[in-house]
């Protein structure tokens, strides 16, 4: 028999995890929404992001350290489209998932020479490992609600900068139609690249504050995309929004599965999720039939 307190525990895990699901997710369709690329190695950028920030946090402050592992990942990542993806002449959708591929598998090698195998971890934000929040029995990490306290900031930071900026305006148009965003005068090019810095800075972001909670080590990338990945399908493709509720239930799903089958099936079930959703709603749960069939020009 299971206890409200246990229940309660598999829940908040689960949403923990599924706020970095869901956070890898929005940086999946941010570069979607606006390229048509599916970036695979976004799993990297929360990697990088952690492990960055961990190396300045070395020798700087600790909010200084994840400010700058942001910043660093961020340019890192407009690095890459502005010199290999902007070079591409209309590439396949095959061809740019192999593309992202092997660029995460790169990333991983460099990383594993700079940082090697060791498992590394930011301190805690605030309190320590020791310290616990008591909810009806369940034990919380202070670090937990720094994780859900990023994840809803970041939702309405990005919603806010998509609807009412005028930079938010034109990468929505170029997700919506290239050829009238390029008629209209916006530079596509440019909305490209800052489609792969904020995404590149979001997962940094997510890497850094779920260090303390999960530790960080140079392979995390490829599992955190995959499950990103699931995550951004069964919200919809393109859909920013409809990520975090798609990465919770990813996260719950993973979470509450450890009752009923063994831990080593835990992973699996991100696997079993993105299956389900292609065979019965390929769209996703909150999006349109019509997300990503729009034209597109490389």
């Known amino acids: 028999m299971v206890g409200l307190s246990q229940v309660l525990q598999y829940i908040m895990s689960g949403v923990t995890v599924g706020s970095i699901y869901a956070i890898v997710a929005i940086g999946f369709n941010i570069i979607y929404g606006t ?101 009806l029995g369940a034990g919380l990490s202070p670090q937990v609600f720094w994780v859900l306290g990023t994840v809803g900031v970041t939702v309405t930071v990005l919603h806010g900068f998509l609807r009412y900026t005028i930079i938010g305006k034109a990468m929505r148009a170029c997700a919506s139609n290239v050829s009238a965003a390029q008629l209209a005068g916006i530079n596509v090019a440019n909305m490209r690249t800052l489609a792969f810095m904020v995404s590149g800075a979001l997962g940094a972001l997510g890497g850094c504050v779920i260090s303390p909670i999960t530790m960080t080590q140079y392979d995390m990338g490829t599992s955190l995309a995959i499950k990103g990945f699931a995550a951004a399908i069964l919200g919809g493709l393109g859909n920013h929004m409809a990520a975090v509720p798609a990465g919770l239930l990813v996260g719950l799903a993973e979470s509450v599965s450890v009752y009923f089958l063994p831990a080593a099936y835990k992973d699996a079930m991100a696997f079993a999720i993105l299956l389900l959703v292609l065979f019965v709603r390929p769209h996703g749960l909150f999006g349109a039939p019509e997300v990503g069939t729009s034209s597109r020009e490389f």
């Open 35 to 135: 390229t048509g690329i599916i970036n695979f190695a976004q799993g990297e950028f929360v990697m990088l992001g952690g492990m960055i920030a961990v190396t300045l946090a070395s020798f700087m402050p600790l909010p200084v350290a994840v400010a700058g592992a942001v910043l660093l990942v961020m340019l890192c990542s407009g690095a890459l489209e502005i010199f290999i993806f902007r070079r591409l002449r209309r590439p396949s959708l095959l061809q740019m998932i192999i593309i992202t591929i092997g660029l995460s598998i790169v990333i991983q090698e460099v990383a594993l020479h700079i940082w090697d195998e060791k498992v590394r971890s930011l301190p805690y934000f605030t309190g320590n490992e020791c310290s616990s929040v008591r909810l």
